[in-house]
């Protein structure tokens, strides 16, 4: 079975720091990965995904991902936080073939000026 | 395109009562999802349907059914809501190469 670990429910940054969101996963082959963001009272949106071709992955608001099999890690940075960035981001993994994605519990973002 | 709606957005329950949560989608995607956000939780799958016709339980099943009554629409019905199932909803639906497109949800409250 696959399983999603999100090191943190928050991490608290500064405006203008990094911001860095752990991601760790647990599956037989190299999956889909996902991060998706939610913000308040909304659905969640994708953020970026990994589908097995280039290892570091650019998604939308500058946020980037880094697929590392030897870790089975794909942790999201942003090199400069800004206020709006604020929000809750979920990594999930989803092996090709299987209907059902793993979603981990999340990690609160927050951004203080 | 509208992508994924849901209705209603907001609902309050008395324990024992019953409702059906609509989700339509646009985008032709076969395969469709209800899962619940709880606080500290994350999303939990209740049930899916791969592609019309077919339905399947999820990690959270129990309290609920779904009817995929086309390839648009998946509903979820609660036949006697509990206060356990005070949640927010969330349809989706999985698109290209496996993202999922997720609706605005549903706030649900039991009383």
């Known amino acids: 079975a696959q399983s999603v670990t999100q090191l943190g429910s928050h991490v608290s940054v500064s405006e203008g720091a990094l911001v860095l969101l752990r991601c760790n996963y647990s599956?037989?082959?190299?999956?889909?990965l996902f991060w998706y963001v939610q913000y308040p009272n909304q659905g969640l949106q994708l953020l970026l995904k990994?589908?097995?071709?280039?290892?570091l992955v650019k998604g939308i608001n500058g946020f980037e991902a880094e697929f590392k099999k030897s870790e089975t890690s794909f942790h999201l940075t942003k090199p400069s936080a800004h206020m709006s960035d604020a929000a809750e981001y979920f990594c999930?993994?989803?092996?090709?073939?299987?209907?059902?994605?793993?979603f981990g519990r999340g990690t609160s973002l927050i951004v203080h000026p | 395109n509208a992508g994924v709606t849901q209705t209603p957005k907001f609902q309050v329950l008395k324990t024992g009562q019953s409702m059906t949560l609509q989700c339509a989608q646009d985008?032709?995607?076969?395969?469709m999802y209800w899962y619940r956000q709880d606080p500290g939780m994350g999303l939990r799958l209740i049930y899916y349907s791969a592609s019309e016709g077919t339905t399947d339980k999820g990690e959270v099943p129990n309290g609920y059914n779904v009817s995929r009554l086309n390839k648009r629409e998946f509903s979820l019905r609660l036949e006697s809501a509990a206060p356990s199932q005070t949640s927010v909803y969330f349809c989706a639906s999985n698109g290209d190469q496996e993202t999922q497109y997720f609706g605005p949800g549903t706030r649900l409250l039991v009383l």
């Open positions: 990994y589908t097995s071709a280039a290892t």
């Open positions: 599956s037989s082959v190299p999956p889909y």
């Open positions: 999930a993994v989803k092996k090709g073939g299987s209907y059902i994605p793993t």
């Open positions: 985008m032709n995607h076969n395969s």
